[in-house]
């Protein structure tokens, strides 16, 4: 009876699918469906990129012909010469497909749902139809918004944070169909990310291995359990958003329409209530992986583990009271901007404990400079810039003069590309022999580390100097104004800077697609690790186990005294273990 | 090549400039700290033959104290912050006597109106919709009326380190002193359409006298 | 509930269980967080547009029909009881009742659905749009007499469609999903009172479905 009970409850017990369609296509298996988002989130990755390549040729080079530009129609580029109304489009598409088609899938939809079943012991999720219902929603999303770009007039333009009423009104925004699309594709998304987390949730509460206690469950999964609970309580509300910015623009509705009573504030708290939140789904997950990397790089446990929980609780819980403080300069009642403020220092207490225990964990180490390896201190490194930088426009009277000017760009672009790319350039790297069976070249993945880390810091930090000089965001033409001027020769160097980054983005991709194929085939547990997915064949088969395993420790017992190795699996057993309390047969030990 | 803020025009320059410096000050030294670390660990903990790591789990106290430190420095840099933020922006912190100037947003330009002689705005003798020209008489305190006729923009000043977003639906107010005589740029720093980029106004800060004189001839339509 | 030996519906389960709940009812659960904060953004805009609105907001009854929309909620209610009793019924193991009660489940949602229609249509064609009121109808001219404040009804509009039209849609995907338990898992006995997880879950739903619209019909119909 309570063998029937974990067959039914645990959704496994079906025959591996098999056709082409059930096994790669509509795919219940949480290992296809990670692999799933991680082809679409590159693909949408690499569209970003091309988007701010555009937008870097403008800024470097105003009103010069692009290369290539000439395949853009007339009416964005004649002659290869971008317009000030489709350089507003590719500021805006930049952003959306960065955060919500790359970054947000590449940390969830691929690593929550590859590494938590795997991680924790489980057959797969809790609802596998579910979970391939929210990659289709996803791809669904992404391909809206990907038609966005070919309506004639345009894809949206109100920068990816689509304040209204400018989102809301085509006559003033010039266009129409474009910011339609925007809206239904986010509306997909947002059900996409309920589903996603419902699932996610759901595993790790109940769907843990005999021995897997909370306290013994990696800090990637704790990153990805808070991340889904933050998506599944900040998404819905941008939906809500979103649709009542779709009624605006279809049915004639007032909520964001001054004439008629609407308050384009709302649209500013509603969109950052959910911003806020998004901003550290962003970023939990990343520091997760970066926690396990790091300890298996060090050969050493994490230092303070409980306190790296209790970090990212914090950070998820004042996450959600900071929401304002991208509003400083809205002309909200000022008694709230101080109050954000307040909340918004104390939230980086917590990033602060989790860079001292990074660090903690790497002291008297002995340290393994792998591929994912470097990406992980590199994301230490880069992040904490991206922190630091933080303080300047928490600090509101210094906010007055730096907000929505370059020092913002800086910032964020320190913790989203210096902090959550970089650590997910580590993490694929990482978790690649897992999916695919192979590995990808430690020379290359060096090569592109390198190239990358240089380049990126030469865009991205002279960026805060064009801030504090007062270099408006979204700006077409700078040469417009005398006090920039003078700094044009540096938006320049960041232009050329930027172009030799993208370059060398073409090494991670050509490692990432030719290991594919002709990688190193994989051994079982190539970085020896602790971690349970690293018991299974390389790549894992289909329902994981047929037998749950059973879990003894913690995930970080590296350089343990209790064996020769320096690692020591969760699953291992030793003479001195006990069993846990419930075996996963479902009889009590 | 400016690498540093701009040139101090207003009194919230070098007030909003001095948190700054604390703060790259305090960010500076959190910087080389870990930075530092960082470096040093990878070159003295680096993986070599024979060597094993160090098992420990961590350390409480060494916790309390990188708690402590970093809550106890973000909470007085806010206390200090708030100071300066209710003086700048605070429901009562626009001085009474301040020289109101009506600003009216709209794509793709700005129109200041002039309080005349009055020195009232809404009366007959205002010098309405002056465009792309911003004049202030030095040394004392301004008072921007801001208004939108449709889309959000903001009032940005970097001179004078005042920002303002100027919403559709609102009034709302920014003030400054300036200090500096001098010509200086504004800009709108909040996306407001294709024409954003070129939502630019000349700001100029004059003696009482040239201010006047200024005052005089535009209400004669004749803006220079 | 009885005690069950051989038992779906409770743990002991293999492995770590956060909480005790079978997966059906804690995701549930936990979807239904998802919805509190999409009507929250939905209800929490209407107060903030109502109260900062530029305007008186039209009375109570001016309007939306107060007496048939109460009997609807009336209806509503009455529906999540016959839930609670085909749940209690299949908790017994009855699968005559459970498909009766849920039969009565799905009829009370479908007429709830059914009457917001009719309501919705008779509100529009006397003029009353998301846009607001249109120009020359019955409406308009309770705008023109004063009955009616012309500085709030498109506000009105805009808030009173987006929340009663996404609670509608909320409700018909309830009963469609009942109807697809009934044809499909109910009618062929599929649950028993070893396993009724998917009634105890869609009741789960239902009965949300039903305090979202207590509230909605208070802070939109009655004040």
Not at chain 1, 379 to 405: K, N
Not at chain 1, 512 to 541: C, V, Y
Request: proline content about 6%; some cysteine; overall charge neutral.
């Amino acid at each position: 009876m309570t063998t029937v009970a974990a067959t039914h409850d645990v959704g496994h017990g079906e025959h591996a699918p098999s056709g082409f369609w059930r096994k790669y296509i509509f795919s219940t298996d949480h290992k296809t469906i990670g692999i799933q988002f991680l082809f679409l989130s590159l693909f949408f990755l690499l569209l970003g990129g091309i988007l701010a390549m555009q937008m870097r040729w403008q800024l470097g080079f105003p009103g010069k012909p692009m290369p290539g530009g000439g395949i853009l129609p007339e009416s964005m580029a004649p002659g290869g010469v971008i317009l000030p109304e489709y350089y507003i489009q590719l500021v805006t598409m930049h952003g959306t497909f960065m955060v919500f088609f790359a970054i947000m899938p590449l940390l969830v939809g691929v690593f929550a749902n590859f590494l938590i079943p795997l991680k924790l012991g489980a057959h797969d999720m809790a609802f596998p139809r579910i979970n391939m219902a929210s990659f289709w929603f996803a791809f669904a999303a992404g391909m809206v918004m990907l038609a966005s770009l070919f309506v004639p007039e345009g894809a949206a333009r109100a920068g990816w944070t689509m304040y209204a009423p400018l989102s809301a009104r085509p006559d003033l925004s010039g266009a129409e169909l474009g910011q339609k699309l925007w809206s239904v594709s986010i509306v997909l998304l947002g059900l996409s990310s309920i589903l996603g987390s419902l699932n996610y949730i759901t595993t790790i509460i109940n769907n843990r291995a005999p021995g897997m206690t909370w306290f013994r469950m990696p800090l990637s999964v704790w990153s990805l359990f808070i991340t889904a609970i933050l998506g599944l309580l900040a998404l819905p509300v941008l939906s809500g958003a979103a649709i009542m910015l779709l009624f605006d623009q279809t049915i004639g509705t007032h909520f964001f329409d001054p004439p008629a009573g609407g308050q384009p504030l709302l649209w500013q708290h509603l969109f950052w209530f959910f911003g806020h939140p998004e901003v550290y789904i962003l970023i939990l997950p990343a520091m997760g992986m970066v926690s396990d990397i790091i300890a298996n790089g060090s050969r050493k446990p994490i230092f303070g583990y409980h306190s790296m929980v209790f970090a990212i609780i914090a950070i998820a819980f004042l996450g959600w009271i900071v929401w304002g403080h991208h509003m400083f300069m809205s002309g909200m009642n000022p008694t709230l901007g101080s109050s954000f403020m307040i909340s918004t220092m104390v939230i980086a207490v917590p990033s602060a404990i989790k860079t001292f225990n990074w660090m903690g964990t790497m002291w008297r180490g002995n340290l393994r400079f792998h591929v994912p390896m470097m990406h992980a201190v590199a994301f230490v490194a880069m992040f904490v810039i991206g922190g630091l930088s933080g303080i300047f426009m928490a600090a509101t009277p210094v906010d007055m003069h730096i907000h929505d000017t370059y020092f913002i760009v800086a910032h964020l672009h320190y913790v989203l590309f210096g902090g959550s790319l970089f650590a997910l350039f580590g993490a694929i790297t990482y978790w690649y022999p897992k999916m695919f069976g192979r590995m990808m070249s430690e020379r290359w993945g060096k090569i592109h580390f390198w190239l990358t880390f240089v380049f990126y810091n030469l865009v991205f930090f002279p960026m805060h100097n064009l801030g504090m000089a007062g270099h408006m965001r979204r700006i077409y033409d700078p040469t417009q104004y005398d006090f920039l001027k003078p700094l044009q020769p540096l938006n320049t160097f960041i232009s050329v800077c930027a172009f030799l980054l993208f370059a060398s983005q073409a090494i991670f991709a050509l490692n990432f697609i030719i290991s594919l194929f002709r990688g190193q085939k994989a051994p079982q547990n190539p970085w020896l690790d602790n971690g349970l997915e690293w018991t299974l064949p390389n790549p894992a088969p289909h329902g994981n186990w047929a037998q749950i395993p059973s879990v003894y420790r913690g995930p970080y017992e590296f350089s343990s005294p209790e064996v020769e190795e320096d690692y020591l699996p969760q699953t291992r057993k030793l003479p001195t273990d006990r069993e846990p309390a419930v075996l996963s047969s479902g009889a009590p030990s | 090549m400016q690498w540093w803020l701009p040139v101090q025009a207003s009194t919230f320059a070098p007030q909003i400039d001095g948190i700054f410096t604390a703060i790259l000050i305090i960010t500076g030294l959190a910087f080389v700290v870990v930075e530092g670390g960082l470096i040093w660990f990878i070159f003295k903990y680096r993986e070599r033959p024979g060597r094993k790591a160090f098992y420990t789990h961590g350390n409480v106290k060494a916790e309390y104290i990188w708690t402590a430190v970093p809550a106890v420095v973000m909470v007085g840099l806010g206390l200090t912050s708030n100071h300066y933020w209710n003086e700048i922006k605070g429901r009562n912190s626009v001085p009474p006597n301040a020289y109101p100037i009506k600003v009216h947003a709209k794509q793709f330009e700005w129109l200041f109106t002039y309080p005349g002689p009055d020195r009232r705005l809404g009366t007959d003798d205002d010098i309405t919709e002056v465009r792309n020209k911003l004049h202030v008489p030095v040394g004392q305190p301004v008072v921007l009326e801001e208004e939108s006729e449709d889309v959000i923009h903001s009032v940005f000043v970097p001179a004078f380190r005042v920002k303002q977003d100027a919403v559709p639906g609102m009034q709302i107010r920014a003030w400054f002193i300036p200090t500096l005589i001098g010509e200086y740029d504004m800009g709108c720093a909040e996306l407001c359409g294709m024409g954003h980029y070129k939502m630019h106004a000349k700001v100029t800060v004059q003696s009482q006298a040239d201010f006047d004189a200024w005052l005089a001839k535009a209400a004669q339509g004749d803006i220079e | 509930m009885t005690h069950a030996t051989a038992s779906l519906m409770r743990p002991p389960f293999p492995a770590e269980r956060g909480v005790d709940a079978h997966n059906l009812k804690l995701g549930m659960w936990v979807f239904l967080a998802s919805e509190v904060m999409f009507f929250t953004a939905l209800i929490g805009s209407y107060v903030i547009l109502r109260f900062g609105a530029p305007g008186e907001w039209a009375k109570p009854g001016v309007v939306l029909n107060i007496p048939v929309t109460a009997f609807n909620t009336f209806l509503l209610i009455c529906s999540s009881v016959s839930m609670v009793k085909a749940f209690a019924a299949i908790s017994d193991g009855d699968q005559k009742m459970l498909k009766v009660w849920l039969l009565v489940t799905i009829i009370g949602g479908a007429m709830f659905v059914g009457i917001q229609a009719y309501e919705y249509t008779h509100l529009i064609h006397r003029g009353f749009l998301p846009s607001g009121v249109r120009e020359g109808s019955e409406l308009a001219e309770l705008v023109a007499n004063g009955t009616l404040p012309a500085a709030t009804m498109g506000l009105y509009g805009s808030t009173f469609y987006a929340m009663t039209g996404f609670h509608g849609f909320h409700v018909t995907c309830g009963v469609v999903a009942m109807a697809y338990l009934y044809l499909f898992r109910v009618r062929r006995g599929k649950y028993s009172q070893q396993d009724y997880r998917g009634i105890e879950a869609v009741g789960l739903y239902w009965h949300f479905v039903d305090l979202v619209w207590i509230i909605l019909f208070t802070i939109v119909y009655l004040i």
